[in-house]
Structure formats: structure tokens, C-alpha cells
């Protein structure tokens, strides 16, 4: 998926990005709108039902109520579970929450763009890219080209890039991939795309077809992919935080809240 980097943005896509960091009070600009940049009256779009978006999800507590609706699905899917726990160090658990607060919010900002009518991405976690994650090897390829297979071969999701960046993820990776295998993962996602798409008829902010429209632009031939795309990191953000949460005990974690300063996505 093409996009421009901060590191790579022009003057104008450089001032739409500030405003994009100040609106968010994020230090990063999410990926989602490094996608949009490379299309400007998108990214303008964008910059224009932000404001709406942030000040409808704050209104609501929405990054607390999604991630509560995922947990709360999460524990009742793993009452029978034997997946491992994995522990996690201070940094990873730190660019954990930061997603977990931030994609909530670009969850809301793409159904508004796109619309409630934009169909699952297919094989987000799914089907044939998940399972060619398992076997040998010199099948699997990089941690990286597993990742990005699983979540449909369009970008490597943000909260992946981020552990990655940091230490090697496998077991942060193994984890959720235990989880995703049962197939959890789709039912616990799809509620968290209802609770969101009743969020945006709740605040006038839902169409079918979004605040792009159709046919969306040919410049963005993989822009639908998002809203399965950071809905599924929802879920995985909570798969980690629940696992990390039975390694060391509920009452051992620093502060967990989702509203809690928005970081990149």
C-alpha cells in the first residue's frame, strides 16, 4: 500500500500532519492518514470530519467502551482456553496501549470516510494468510511478510511495525496467532465494528457510503482495507493486554486505560 512517511512529506502534507498530531494529541501520524496523503482531496476529507470524530468519541468514552466490549467477548471466548500467557516487557507493553487508545478513534475516522457498507477485508487473520504463517520455515519467511500475510498482504498493520521495532515479537505474534487460529478473533472483531458503526449513527456521523463516496478514488485502491485492518488490532491489543494480564495478575499492571494519551497507529 503506497503512502507518504512524516520523514517524506512536502511542505502542505507536513502542516496537514500537525494538524492531524495536534488533533489527535498523538506523537505520530496514523497510518491511515500516510495512506490518504498520497491522495490530497482524501486526506482533505479527512481533515475535515477529524474534529467531529474525536470530539464524538470523547463525548462517549469510545476507546474505553470498545475495548471494554473486547475484553469482555475475550474472557468470555477464553474460558476454555489453553493458550500461553505472554509476558511483557516495559517498552512493548508501552506501544501497546498507545495503540490501544489511538485506533479506536482511526476505527471511527475510517467507517466515517468509507461507510458502514464497506465489506470485510477478506483474509485479515484468516483463511489461507493466516495458515501460511504455520509449517516450516523457509515457508514462513520473515516475521514481517508472516505478519503482513495474516493481516490480508496490504501493509504491515501499525501495532506490529511498532513491536518490531523494538524486539523480535514472536511471542507477542504466537500469542495472538494461537488466538486467531480458533477463529475468536473474526466474532470478537465484528463486535467491535457494531459498537463502533452505532457510535457513528449515534452522533450523525454514520452514511453507507461514507464522506468519500463511491466509486472510491483509483489512487486508493486499498483504502477499505483499514476498517477490518485497525479493528482487528483492537482485538489484538486486547488479546496481549488479557495474556499479560494472567501472566502477572490483574492487579500487578500499570495503568491500563484506553483514553489514555493517543500514541501511533
Known amino acids: 500500500m503506497e503512502l507518504i512517511t512524516e520523514a517524506a512529506a512536502g511542505s502542505s502534507i507536513a502542516r496537514a500532519f500537525d494538524l492531524i498530531r495536534s488533533e489527535l494529541d498523538s506523537a505520530f501520524v496514523p497510518s491511515i492518514y500516510q495512506v490518504l496523503a498520497t491522495y490530497p482531496p482524501a486526506l482533505d476529507a479527512a481533515l475535515e470530519v477529524l474534529p467531529r470524530v474525536v ?7 469510545f476507546p474505553a467502551r470498545v475495548c471494554t466490549v473486547a475484553a469482555t467477548a475475550l474472557a468470555a471466548a477464553d ?6 500467557t505472554v509476558a511483557l516487557d516495559a517498552t512493548s507493553r508501552e ?11 482511526n476505527l471511527l475516522l475510517a467507517l466515517a470516510l468509507l461507510g458502514t457498507g464497506v465489506p470485510e477485508w477478506p483474509g485479515v487473520m484468516t483463511g489461507d494468510g493466516l495458515r501460511s504463517t504455520f ?12 505478519i503482513t500475510r495474516a493481516h490480508g498482504g ?11 521495532s523494538i524486539s523480535r515479537a514472536d511471542d507477542t505474534w504466537s500469542e495472538v496467532r494461537a488466538f ?27 452514511t453507507k457510503n461514507g464522506q468519500l463516496g463511491v466509486p472510491l478514488p483509483d489512487e486508493l485502491p486499498h483504502l477499505t482495507w483499514f476498517p477490518t485492518g485497525i479493528a482487528t488490532m483492537i482485538v ?13 495478575g490483574p492487579h500487578d499492571q500499570p495503568n491500563d486505560q484506553p483514553n489514555a494519551r493517543l500514541e501511533r497507529t
Open 79 to 84: 474460558v476454555e482456553s489453553t493458550r500461553a
Open 154 to 164: 496490504v501493509l504491515l498493520p501499525g501495532l506490529w511495525r511498532g513491536l518490531l
Open 55 to 61: 470530539a464524538l468519541a470523547r463525548d462517549v468514552d
Open 236 to 248: 489484538e491489543a486486547e488479546v496481549l493486554i488479557e495474556s499479560s494480564a494472567r501472566t502477572h
Open 135 to 146: 509449517g516450516s520455515t523457509e515457508d514462513r519467511g520473515t516475521l514481517d511478510d508472516q
Open 180 to 206: 486467531a487460529s480458533g477463529g475468536q478473533l473474526q466474532v470478537v472483531r465484528a463486535q467491535v465494528r457494531s459498537v463502533a458503526e452505532q457510535v457513528l449513527y449515534e452522533g450523525g456521523l454514520a
Open 95 to 105: 506501544v501497546i496501549l498507545g495503540y490501544r487508545s489511538a485506533n479506536p478513534l
